[in-house]
């Protein structure tokens, strides 16, 4: 396996899931929902994702 397209992969998912802080923001406080739009009327599961995407992130931090 190819060292560097791991290592490439790995900072896309890192940066994706760090991303989740500010989407999130977005989305509760201004009211913008980028990435979750098709969960708009479902807060419970756009709510539950987040915290799935979260759980990813130290995930990924604890266990690189």
Excluded: H, K
Excluded at 11 to 31: E, N, Q
Aim: with cysteine; proline share 3%.
């Amino acid at each position: 396996m190819n060292v560097q397209a791991v290592t490439t992969s790995g900072i896309f998912l890192r940066l994706y899931y760090m991303a989740t802080a500010v989407f999130l923001m977005l989305d509760y406080s201004l009211g913008i929902n980028v990435r979750l739009a098709s969960l708009e009327a479902f807060p419970v599961w756009r709510a539950i994702y987040y915290v799935f995407c979260f759980a990813c992130l130290s995930l990924i931090w604890w266990r690189p």
